[in-house]
């Protein structure tokens, strides 16, 4: 339905000083959520300027390739790789020069009427040079400005427009602007750094940059960053929150802090809950690296089952979710995991993973263990079965890759070889998570979807076709 996904991370920061460095900074520490292409766009007082492309943001925008750039202004991106639209070709920030001037823009999330609306605009004569739902932000923004050349009314018009997901951080023309969805599906948080303010994907970046969180940018709103303000424009209206869970169970850093809880304690709490819910008589609980970990500790606190570390990460190895051909993937999970034989042999484990998706990692996962001389292994898992794709940025986009599709947790459980296999329940998960489930998108395992997606039902509807309630 769109182009390529959009599960990344952003930054703008306005500063009293050069600030080409501590953007560099904070896209290092947002990197995990997106490994694909990294850049830059900086307001030198005259002009912006970009420096972007593929590969991390050591290598994109090292510092040979960002020495001459300068200004006390700028946003930045990393984006996700997915198996479609990689390359340069879609690297952000993305810049235009439109009727009132020149726009930059870096996007975390989809667009979900990305199709009708580019389809649209391309009969009404705009040209795209990507198939990115990002640049059709720009073109529409594009429109307005021309229209009316206030950028807020701009962005706000912009807004009422697209519909999904999207977390930007903007320049227009010499003025700095961070916008979060009226549902608030990915996360956008302002803080104060020295010299200056700063809006970005994650907290764990404000932290490293030396500066204090001061809020989450309030969904739907649009906050104009100065070097020694900022200023809110909120939303005339309001819709239902819908803050993504997978932020929380897999996506985000677990030093992060997302509308008030820190990852690192929703996780634990995910494991406190699993162990209640799917209590086992094991020796020890393992963690899958990294992911798995706080929510192996919880797991293992509340069980009083020692915790250790069966597995050893390769860091240097592909990712494996990303792999286009399964055979592939399953050769490469062996690449980038080992059992540690002495912790496991003649045990019986317990290993917690975040997610299954697909069963790719488990299954081979199992069998390893079982090869290290495990007595037994048993399974548990940090969200509740996956059955329904992602439309708002994270890559699980076919119903028919998720194993939770059409079999039960039985049949999964024979299927990646464990002896039990528990999924933590959606009311755990809300409970563990601390914010109300009319609060949270739980779309990917429920099916109902807080924005208008065309043959999917919308939150709050019974039945497909039932459009009482529209976002
Ligand atoms: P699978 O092997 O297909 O069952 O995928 C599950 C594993 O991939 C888990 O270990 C997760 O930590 C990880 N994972 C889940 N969702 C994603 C995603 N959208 N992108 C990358 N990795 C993921």
Redesign the pocket.
Known sequence: MTGPKHSCGVVGISADHDIVAVLQKALMIIQHRGQESAGISVFDGMTIHTVKDAGLVQTALSRSRIEGLHGNMGIGHVRYATTGGKGVRNAQPLTMTTAFGVVAIGHNGDITNYGNLRKEYLANGAVFQTDSDTELIINIMSKYLGQNSNPILAIRATMSEIDGAYALVLIINDRLFAVRDPHGIRPLILGKIKGGYVAVSESAAIDALGGQIVRDVVPGEIVEIFKDSFKSNMPKFTCPYAHCMFEWV?FARPDSVIDGQEVYDVRRRIGVVLARESPAKVDLVMP?PD??RAHAIGFSNESGIPYEEGFMKNRFAE????MPDQHE?ELAVSTKMNPIKSTVAGKKVLIV??????????KQLVLMLRKAGAKEVHVRIGSPPITAPCYYG???KTRDQF?ANGHSVDEICKIIGADSLGYISISGLVEAIGIPAEKLCLACLNGQYPTRIEGERERFQSTLGDSSFQS
């Open positions: 897999y899958i992911s798995g990712r494996t979710f990303i993937r993973d975040d997610s299954i998706v697909r069963g790719t990692t488990l994270v890559d699980m194993i």
